[in-house]
């Protein structure tokens, strides 16, 4: 009897990857389908890659927890207006279109905040807006005020640890939303949000880094949405904080922070010192000014909810549209959902435009986007290459009436697998503004043409098609 040659045991063991992965994503088929076809093209490596970033299981099992103490969270602020979807109608809004600007204005809060500053990022680097920010929120703890910091650990993994001493040495606290460990490249708090007082608060699509303040030669200009906001949106904002300040206590007591940094050892201890939970305090949730002003319902959603809400938000704004869809976006890789409630409207005859940037900081989705909005042009919607530097900001503006800025970008991974949280604004004023502000992006675009499209060199094609099949992963 002839012994099996060692391809054959490399296709065997294959074949089971193949399975166990449509046992393990049978929810969802896209996915599916591109995992199967990767660990195909490149077997065993394949199933690696997908054991580092796919598996769903320890999604569930780790936030499920999450969502249970997060009900518990809802019920102990209930009547202080802090639930989430909920419509506030006294909110005033400031609008930013550089990050210079929205910068400025938060130090500004910040030096003028007389109780509590909690600030969120995904991203805060290491360079010289970075220690502005932790300076300014050391100096504040010193003052006697409460001063929480959540920083993401994917996101702030190149951040050098010793930048963040000054605020603990000065009284702040300090807490990391899930660690860089390989298995959790995704699942990542995407989320940008600061609350000072309980009175104001920050949302939009900008970091903390000096490329956010276009001041990185990589990207030049940096073209951003953010906002400041006064009035009820501002408690659901509050307490999505504790939420996700209060998992990643939980967390901290349980594991090693850093488990790829062993030497920072006494920063470790400091850090897991000031990683409590925050207990239900209705100071933080002063009430509101009973000034008129914008309706606003603050959105989140991520691993941790039952449903997609952001993408559900956007899906209802567009079928509801009548006239106009203006779209910006860093990345355009749309569900199906999402994708086919744009092509009926756009044939439907809504001017429907999507803007992203033509100097993309992740080709991959770049080519991915590409391929969407050219098969979208069919159906009559036009798009635009941003070419004055980079283009981040997430907005969606319809029919000069209702609009929506936050941290969520038109893809797969905003809807699915990141932590998200998107503001749903019913106000022309801000409206026009933000669509103001999209018509003089066009000044500095490229405009698409389906004529151009369909004569684009094949290599391009091919880069368009291996992008989308594995657009569901990215």
């Not at 409590?276 to 989140?300: D, H, K, L, R, W």
Request: charged residues 20%; proline residues 5%.
């Amino acid at each position: 009897m002839s012994i099996p040659s060692p391809m054959f045991f490399v296709t065997a063991i294959n074949i089971i990857f193949i399975i166990f992965v449509i046992v393990v994503q049978r929810r969802n088929t896209a996915a599916t389908w591109a995992w199967v076809v990767g660990i195909a093209l490149v077997p065993i490596a394949g199933f690696i890659v997908y054991m580092i970033i796919g598996q769903d299981s320890r999604k569930q099992k780790v936030f499920l927890k999450k969502s249970e103490e997060d009900d518990k969270l809802l019920t102990a602020y209930q009547g202080l207006g802090a639930n989430e979807g909920e419509t506030t109608n006294n909110n005033r809004i400031t609008l930013y279109h550089d990050g210079v600007v929205k910068f400025d204005a938060l130090l500004n809060d910040i030096a003028n905040a007389e109780k509590t500053i909690f600030i969120q990022y995904y991203i805060l680097r290491g360079d010289e807006a970075g220690e502005t920010l932790i300076n300014a929120l050391a100096q504040r703890a010193k003052d006697g005020l409460e001063v929480r910091l959540l920083i993401d650990g994917m996101g702030c993994s190149a951040t050098p640890k010793d930048m963040y001493q000054p605020l603990l040495d000065a009284g702040g606290k300090l807490a990391l939303f899930l660690p860089p460990v390989p298995v959790r490249i995704n699942f990542r708090n995407h989320r940008k949000i600061a609350v000072i007082d309980g009175t104001v608060a920050y949302l939009g699509g900008s970091n903390i880094g000096m490329e956010y303040l276009g001041r990185k030669e990589r990207f030049g200009n940096w073209r951003d949405t953010h906002m400041r906001l006064t009035g009820g949106a501002v408690a659901p904002l509050t307490l999505r904080f504790i939420m996700d300040w209060n998992f990643s206590a939980e967390k901290a007591r349980t594991r090693s922070l850093f488990p790829k940094f062993p030497k920072h050892r006494r920063f470790i201890k400091l850090l897991k010192k000031t990683v409590t939970e925050m207990s239900v305090n209705p100071a933080y949730f002063p009430p509101s000014s009973g000034q008129a002003g914008a309706n606003i319902s603050i959105v989140s959603s991520g691993p941790d909810t039952v449903y997609p809400y952001v993408l559900h938000g956007f899906c209802r704004m567009i079928m509801e549209a009548r006239k106009t869809i203006y779209i910006q976006s860093p990345y355009f890789v749309p569900d199906d959902a999402l994708f086919t409630a744009l092509r009926i409207a756009a044939l439907s005859g809504v001017d429907v435009r999507i803007m992203y940037p033509a100097n993309p900081d992740h080709p991959f989705v770049y080519w991915a986007g590409s391929s969407y909005v050219g098969e979208l042009m069919c159906a009559g919607v036009k798009g635009y290459e941003y070419t004055n530097g980079f283009l981040h900001s997430k907005t969606i503006m319809i029919d000069s009436k209702v609009c929506s800025v936050g941290t969520a970008n038109m893809d797969v991974r905003s809807f699915k697998i990141n932590f998200e949280t998107q503001a749903f604004i019913e106000d022309i004023a801000i409206t026009q503004e933000l669509e103001d502000a999209f018509r003089r992006d066009m000044e500095d675009c490229r405009a698409l043409t389906l004529e151009t499209y369909n004569q684009r060199k094949s290599i391009v094609k091919i880069k368009e098609s291996i992008s989308r099949l594995f657009s569901p992963l990215i």
